[in-house]
C-alpha cells in the first residue's frame, strides 16, 4: 500500500552519541531472544551463531562478517544488491544514446541536464533565485495567497497536501483527496516528546537549512531566523495533525471517510482559501472531496493568520530551499549529500550516475519504465510469477475454508475476496504514454529547476483530468506504480496484487533457481502480499476495494484477539538497549510475513522430496542486512516492517515445520511453545 498508501499505502558534524543505538556488549543477546544482527558491527568473529538459537545469525554470519556497505549508502543486504543491480541497469539505459523515440528523448535530455556539471556550474543557483526573491518579498498574509495561488511560482509548499486517487469507498470513482502536509520530524508525536529518530530529523533539517539558506543569500542570523520560525510553524500544525500512533489503530480507515462538496470544504476551511488553492494547483474543483483529517482543515484559519505571516513565509521558504538543494550546482549539491551523510553515519559519496538516476527517476518515472521493459522484461518471468501467484491463491482458499475461528458469513466474503483479485505481474501490456511532455534541455538554455515545473504542471494537469472520472482498474497507472522498482505490494483499492519486474534478480529470484529457491525468494514474498488482503488494514476493503466492513462481529472481534496478541509479542522486542519497539506499527506486515510463509509451507508439503533446508536458508539469505546504527533508528521509530532479522527468526519460529526439521527444542533460542506463536493465519 503506497499511495493511499501515502494516506495510509526520508557545517559537517558527525552524529551526537546519544542518537547512536548501544550496541550489546560482546555480541550479548539484549532482547531476551535474538542478537540485532542487523547493526553493522554488532557481530563478530567470536558472536556464537547456533541454528537452534539464532537461524538467521547461523546462516548469514559468514556474510555479515565480510559485508561492506558502500560508498554514499547506509545498508547492505540481498535487497540491495538487487536494487544495485536495477540501478547499473536503469543508469545503462539513461546514457544509452542508440535508444530513440520520445521517451528516450527525454531521458537523454534531463540525463545532460543533471550529468553537465560545467553547465550546471555557470547556473550556479541562479534558477533556485526567483523562487527565494518572490519569497522574501511576503509581508502579509494577502501576499502569501498571492504566492500560493500564482500558478507561475515553481515551488509552492503548501499548508495541505492535495491528490487524485480513486474513491474509498466508490473506488471506481476518481475523487480529490486532501491531507495534511509532511512534517519536518515525520511525526506530529515527535513535537510534545522527541525520540532519537526525531532528533536525526531536527539535526538534518536544521544543518542542511543553515547551509543551503546561506548559499541562497541569507546571512546565518537570517538563516537561524527562518529555521526557526520554520520549526515553530511545523510545531502549530502538529497540533492538530494526529500522530502516526492512530493509524496503526483498527478504525484509522474509517476515520478517513470524511466527505465534503465544494461548499462545505469552503465553509469547513473559513478564512483559508481552500478552493483557489486547489485551482492553483492545477486541479479542477471535485463535485466531492474526500478530507482525511477534518480537524486540520477547520484549524487552517487559526494558523493562516497575519500574525503568522513570518512562520508562514519561512515556513514555505525552508521546505523550498531543502528541494531545490541538489537541483542546483556542483557545490551546493555535494554540500547538501555531505552534510546529511554525517548526520546519518554514512561515509563515502554517492556516483554521479546514481545520483543523476535518482533525478531522472523522480521527474521521468513513466518514461524510464518504458525503456526498462522494453529491455529487460520477458514473458518467462511473467509466466514463473502467475505460476506461484497461482498456487499461493489455491492455497490460501483452502486455509480460508478450513480456519477454525471464521464462521460461515465472513469465511464466504473471504473466499469472494479472494477469488476476485486482480493480479499485475511484472510489466504492463500497454505503456505509458508521456508525448505531451516537453521541457528545455541544454540547448535551449533550460534548467533543473525548470525542468521539474514543467514535469509537475504535466502530472497535475494529468491527475486534473481524472477528477470525477471512472477507474479503469484493468489497467496498470506506471504513474503511481512503475515496475522497474525492488517491490512487490497489494492494493486493497483495486484488491490486486502487484509483483514488479525490479525484484526478479539475484537472490530474491532467478530463472535458474531450484524451485525450493524461488518459493523461498519470490515465493515468500508473493505469499506476503496476498496475505496483506486479509491483515488488520486490508480486512477493512472488501472484494472491489472499497473501504466497508465484511465481518461479522464475532470474527472481527476474534480477528482483532489475535493481531494483538502478535502485536503484543513484537512490543517485547529491544532492537538495541533503551529501544522501544512498537509491535502495533509492524504488525500488517508481521502478519503477512507469517501468512506469507504459512502459505508456502502449505505448498511445501504437496511436492515429494522438497527440500526445506535449502527452502528456510533462502528465506534466510533473502532478509540479511548490515545498517548502520542512526538509519536503524529511523526504521525501528517508523518502518511499518519487521526489522530484519526478526522477519526471520520471529517468522521461522511460529511453524512446526521449521520447529521439526532442525530438531529444535524446549530451552532453543528459536523455539515456541506452539500456545505462545502468534501467527494470525
Known amino acids: 500500500m503506497r499511495k493511499l498508501t501515502a494516506l495510509l499505502l526520508c557545517a559537517l558534524l558527525t552524529l551526537a552519541p546519544t542518537l547512536t543505538p548501544v550496541l550489546a556488549e560482546g555480541g550479548a543477546i539484549i532482547d531476551g531472544r535474538w542478537l ?21 545469525l547461523f546462516v548469514n554470519k559468514d556474510w555479515i562478517l565480510q559485508a561492506k556497505i558502500p560508498a554514499g549508502e547506509s545498508t547492505a543486504g540481498t535487497m540491495e544488491d538487487v536494487i544495485r543491480m536495477l540501478k547499473d541497469r536503469q543508469i545503462a539505459l539513461m546514457k544509452d544514446d542508440s535508444l530513440t523515440g520520445h521517451d528516450a528523448e527525454l531521458v537523454h535530455k534531463l540525463y545532460a541536464l543533471v550529468s553537465d556539471w560545467e553547465y550546471r556550474d555557470a547556473q550556479g543557483v541562479e534558477p ?18 498571492g504566492y ?43 513535537y510534545t516528546e522527541r525520540t532519537q529518530a526525531g532528533e536525526l530529523y531536527y539535526t538534518q533539517y536544521e544543518q542542511l537549512g543553515t547551509y543551503l539558506l546561506t548559499r541562497l543569500g541569507y546571512s546565518e542570523d537570517e538563516a537561524a531566523q527562518v529555521i526557526g520560525n520554520a520549526f515553530a ?19 484509522y480507515f474509517a476515520s478517513l471517510l470524511n466527505y465534503y462538496t465544494p461548499e462545505e470544504l469552503e465553509a469547513l476551511a473559513g478564512d483559508f482559501p481552500i478552493l483557489d488553492m486547489l485551482q492553483a494547483f492545477g486541479y479542477q ?27 508562514l513565509r519561512d515556513w514555505m521558504t525552508l521546505k523550498a530551499a531543502l528541494s531545490m538543494g541538489t537541483m542546483l550546482d556542483r557545490e551546493t549539491h555535494k554540500q547538501v549529500e555531505a552534510i546529511s551523510n554525517a548526520i546519518m553515519g554514512i561515509t563515502g559519496e554517492t556516483s554521479d550516475d546514481d545520483n543523476a538516476l535518482q533525478t531522472v527517476l523522480n521527474l521521468l518515472p513513466v518514461p524510464m519504465d518504458n525503456l526498462y521493459v522494453q529491455a529487460y522484461c520477458t514473458e518467462q518471468q511473467r509466466q514463473d510469477m502467475l505460476n506461484i501467484i497461482e498456487d499461493v491463491a489455491a492455497y490460501y482458499r483452502t486455509m480460508l475454508e478450513s ?61 486534473s483530468d481524472k477528477i470525477d472520472t471512472a477507474v479503469n482498474k ?45 518459493l523461498g525468494g519470490i515465493g515468500t514474498v508473493i505469499g506476503h502480499e496476498i496475505s496483506h ?15 466497508a466492513n465484511w465481518w461479522t462481529a464475532e470474527d472481527y472481534a476474534a480477528f482483532q484477539a489475535r493481531a494483538a496478541k502478535l502485536a503484543a509479542w513484537y512490543d517485547g522486542f529491544i532492537p538495541w538497549e533503551g529501544a522501544n519497539y512498537s509491535g502495533r506499527q509492524v504488525q500488517t506486515e508481521a502478519i503477512a510475513d507469517m501468512g506469507g510463509m504459512k502459505a508456502l509451507l502449505a505448498i511445501a508439503a504437496q511436492q515429494d522430496n522438497f527440500d526445506y533446508d535449502a527452502f528456510f536458508r533462502q528465506y534466510a539469505t533473502v532478509w540479511r542486512m548490515q545498517s548502520l546504527p542512526a538509519y536503524l533508528v529511523t526504521l525501528a521509530a517508523q518502518d511499518t516492517h519487521p526489522l530484519r532479522y526478526l522477519r526471520i527468526n520471529a517468522t521461522l519460529a511460529q511453524f512446526d515445520e521449521f520447529i521439526d526439521f532442525y530438531g529444535i527444542r524446549p530451552g532453543d533460542g528459536m523455539y515456541i511453545a506452539p500456545e505462545d506463536r502468534v501467527a494470525v493465519w
Open 128 to 145: 533556485a533565485m526567483p523562487v527565494i526573491e518572490a519569497l522574501r518579498s511576503i509581508d502579509s498574509l494577502e501576499a502569501v495567497t
Open 403 to 463: 480456519v477454525d475461528w471464521l464462521g460461515d458469513e465472513t469465511r464466504e466474503k473471504a473466499i469472494e475476496k479472494l477469488d476476485n483479485m486482480r493480479v499485475y505481474a511484472v510489466y504492463p501490456d500497454e505503456l505509458g504514454d508521456w508525448s505531451a511532455l516537453n521541457f528545455a534541455g541544454i540547448e535551449d538554455g533550460g534548467s533543473l529547476l525548470a525542468a521539474n515545473a514543467a514535469v509537475q504542471g504535466y502530472v497535475n494537469a494529468l491527475q
Open 36 to 56: 540485532n544482527a542487523d547493526i553493522q558491527g554488532n557481530v563478530t568473529e567470536d558472536t556464537s551463531a547456533v541454528l537452534k538459537d539464532n537461524f538467521g
Open 285 to 311: 474543483v471535485s463535485q466531492r472531496f474526500l478530507v482525511t483529517e477534518p480537524d486540520y482543515i477547520a484549524a487552517l484559519p487559526e494558523l493562516y493568520t497575519e500574525e503568522n505571516v513570518a512562520l
Open 474 to 518: 484493468d489497467k496498470w497507472d506506471q504513474l503511481t506504480m512503475q515496475t522497474a522498482q525492488v517491490n512487490a505490494m497489494y492494493n486493497p483499492q483495486n484488491n490486486s496484487i502487484n509483483i514488479l519486474a525490479g525484484i526478479l534478480s539475484g537472490e530474491i529470484y532467478n530463472e535458474n533457481m531450484s524451485y525450493e529457491q524461488k
Open 148 to 190: 500560493l495561488c500564482d500558478r507561475s511560482n515553481l515551488k509552492r509548499n503548501y499548508p495541505l497536501v492535495m491528490s487524485v486517487g480513486a474513491d474509498f469507498t466508490d473506488p471506481d470513482i476518481y475523487i480529490t483527496q486532501i491531507g495534511t502536509p509532511s512534517l519536518m520530524l515525520r511525526d506530529s508525536a515527535e
Open 533 to 547: 488482503a486479509f491483515d488488520t488494514n486490508g480486512s477493512q476493503f472488501d472484494k472491489d476495494g472499497a473501504i
Open 233 to 251: 510553524m511545523d510545531a502549530l500544525m502538529a497540533e492538530h495533525i494526529k500522530p502516526m500512533a492512530t493509524h496503526y489503530q483498527a478504525d
